[in-house]
């Protein structure tokens, strides 16, 4: 079977690994972990992950290092889907680069941010 995050539908619990690009995984407490590159090859996968858990609501992109437009959108849907059940998203320990893709386009006006402890970008 092929490795990649497009060859078939991946579960909670279950941990997606693209060797060269992106995985995906639920944490020792229950929170989404995101590390790699979330390009827009890996986002299909990735949506069909977080629509299978019933509330995603923490994220955290302590090693997410890149993130395409696709990646904004996977996020943005799965935010819109847990609003519509009065929950909301949290992306927790982003990096200063990660934080900066956010603020450009708006998404920490509709998104709870919280940077990395050792961020120092020096932006709120």
Do not use: W
């Amino acid at each position: 079977m092929q490795d990649t995050i497009n060859s078939r539908s991946f579960l909670p619990g279950e941990v997606h690994k693209n060797k060269r690009m992106f995985e995906i995984h639920l944490g020792p407490t229950g929170e989404v972990v995101m590390t790699g590159r979330l390009d827009a090859t890996q986002c299909d996968g990735a949506l069909q992950f977080l629509n299978a858990l019933p509330e995603p609501r923490v994220i955290d992109l302590a090693r997410l290092e890149y993130i395409a437009s696709a990646g904004l959108r996977v996020l943005l849907l799965t935010q819109k889907r847990l609003r519509g059940s009065g929950a909301g998203l949290r992306l927790i320990n982003v990096s200063a680069p990660i934080r900066d893709i956010f603020r450009y386009t708006g998404f920490d006006r509709i998104i709870d941010i919280n940077p990395a402890p050792d961020s120092s970008s020096g932006r709120p």
